[in-house]
């Protein structure tokens, strides 16, 4: 016998417990008696002597019977049953990733692999177990246990979709996930569609069955646009994975409307690029090729161009010139200026996507991103000590992060500087000796860069590194933009405005889903290809949306040729536990029976009374 939860029979000490408030319980009774003469002569108890013979009454056996059981059963007690030498339980990893969704043979490569692991599941006998794991970008237990009909339900409701399969992933979990007292074994049903993978030992026996047969395919592996001048330049490569050349034509569309076509000749396993310059505003793009393959998920791209987020600065200033020049040069940004004095009753105060405070600071921190530049002391917000400190000139400065990176401040004469405590929300981006000059940091909801020098008196208003890093501040502050498209499956990682408290979602079907803010979201169930709706949703009113791209098209993905399986090193034999005895739990019995046992105790006192 084994114990699941030996800290439960801790429970047993409730025993002696009962047998002392037995001991307690204890009274002489009251007997009637017509006389005392006969009790005279009794010999009389020494006076404080108390027996100490233990009233085993039935009340107490059943009482401390009572306790004993739950106690025990509080323990989690288990015996070994049978012994079950077939017992076994088994992993099945299928690959869900998009080239299974390929129709070969009459049927797609995903339904025929459903099919075999609906067939492993139905040669299961009882005692069985099986674990369904779902091999996509990444990988996941989908159902567990010796249920068939569950892991069946769990086979009906998975779908192919997403770029790449983790197999490594896969195996992992599936090794964690056998119990080492069955005979284990992973299957795993994929269609072999797979980069080369590296050698790997696998720690029980593995079965890798292949599906799918040497099918061709056409695919647009990479899409992707730039900016040039007041045009837009497009890019499309497109792959023949076939042993004969390919003759087609891909189409450009823009908003449903065909603005670029150009034929296509494509050699035997071979690729091609396709460019185009266009004119006017585009909102979306959509490449495709009339590939008439397999595979219809990737003879489509799509593309959304129109990522710019607008900025709203509002510069809070007495001398706004050289910071207002600064900002608007900036792509996106709009700037509203007010003085510090009537900050207050600004009308852009609350709709600001980013508040710069020049030599002052306000309350409290305002919605949004905030640029604080050459604070004052006084603030309850930072510590600032009142004197002032000048640099020493031709002094190394300390910088780090991605925002300074590449920046040049040789030369560069910051005046004087008052010292300001870095408070533990924020970390030295730039610093002179001890004295930090930039600060960034988050505290709440709020994305905050300290600048403690005044540019204004400095020299770093005439130098190239001034504008490049406004430029650099502001957007490292602001909310990025959507990407313009990202791989099914691939995460799509959202840092939404502070002030945004829902983000909605709706995708090429039209269904939409609504997911709470934070400051970082990220959303890994984008496996269909087509256009996603993001909108910034503020008490239900959208305040910023955008599109974003998702492509089933990829090198790794587009070729459906069966490869050989990788080196895994694996088990003849299942080197796990070979007892294969399954655990019996006794608990539900024991509580049983103290039920059974309280009842008979119930009944003893109701007849005494």
Known sequence: MSFLL??????????????????????????????LLLWANLPRRVEGERSRRLPLTLLLLLHLLIAALLGVALGGPQIAGALTPDARHTAIILDTSTSMAAVDGGASRFEQARQRARAIVASTSPGDRITLIAAGPRAQIVASGDDPFLITAALGRLQPGGVGMALDEALTLAEAALDPQFSRRIVVLTDSALPPQPARDVLVPLEWQTIGSNIPNRAIIAFASRPWGGRLQVYVRVANHEAAPFNGTLRLFSDAQVVAEERVAIAPNGETEVSWTLTGRHGALRAVIDGNDALPQDDSAYLSVSQGRPILALLVSNEPATLRRALEAIPGVTVAVTTPSAYATAPERAAADLTIFDGSLPETWPPGAILAIAPPPGSSLLSIAPDVRELETGKPLQQRGRTLEGLEFGGVVFGAVRQVETPQWAEVQLASGNLPLILRGRVDNHEIAVWTFNPASSNLTTRLAFPLLVARTVRDLAPPPLPQAVRAGEPLIIRPDPRTTTLRLRG???????????????????VEPGLYQVEEQRNNATVVAGVVGVNAGAAIESNLRPQSAPPLRAPGNDPGSASNQQMLDLWPWLALAALLVLALEWAYVLRRR
């Not at 800290?7 to 008696?33: D, K, N, Q, Y």
């Open 508 to 526: 090429p079907n039209d269904q939409a889903i609504t997911i709470p803010a934070a400051s970082v979201v990220t959303l890994d169930t984008l």
């Open 6 to 35: 030996p800290l439960g029979l801790l429970a047993l000490l409730a025993l002696p417990i009962i047998v002392l408030l037995h001991f307690l319980r204890e009274r002489r009774r009251r007997v009637p008696t017509p006389s």
